[in-house]
């Protein structure tokens, strides 16, 4: 395990603006902190190269697309003897409503998040996708009300 990269309170600062708006040049990064667009490019790629930076995502409106249902799902495997992780992880990155997969300690094994059209549209997902892969057991659904997305720790 690496240690943790450095950064100041700049770097924070212009990590705090990507997350908000990961499209921002340096040049603009640099009018907003005080610097020269040739010392805020240097920070970026310092900090991609570093690894803080990974990528830029698109976030979409799942509910403007017809996905009005997010329903978390607890999995529990049934017999993790006679099926490998592996083998439920790729089965299961093959659904297409299953947004996320995290593999977890507690009560449950695995943690999906999965998008629906309505109730009935994540009943048939439930059916005929997820409760047909390799080694699901128990399944505990909990659907989501609203959510509040919170930037990272910095």
Known sequence: MSAPVKVDETDRAF?????????LSAGELGRRFGLSQPAAWRRLKRLREAGVLAGRRLVLDREA?????T????????????VSLEDFE?????VPEVQS?????????YRLRV???DIADFERVLR???MVLPGVGEVEANVLLSEELRPGPL
Do not use: N, Q
């Open 90 to 94: 790729r089965a299961v990155s093959a």
């Open 71 to 82: 329903v978390f799902l607890g999995v529990k495997l049934a017999a993790k003897r006679r």
């Open 15 to 23: 990590l705090a603006a990507l997350e908000e708006d990961a499209t």
């Open 115 to 117: 998008a629906a059209r």
């Open 101 to 109: 997969v995290h593999h977890v300690l507690g009560l449950y094994d």
């Open 128 to 130: 005929r996708r997820i």
């Open 65 to 69: 697309l017809g996905f009005g249902v």
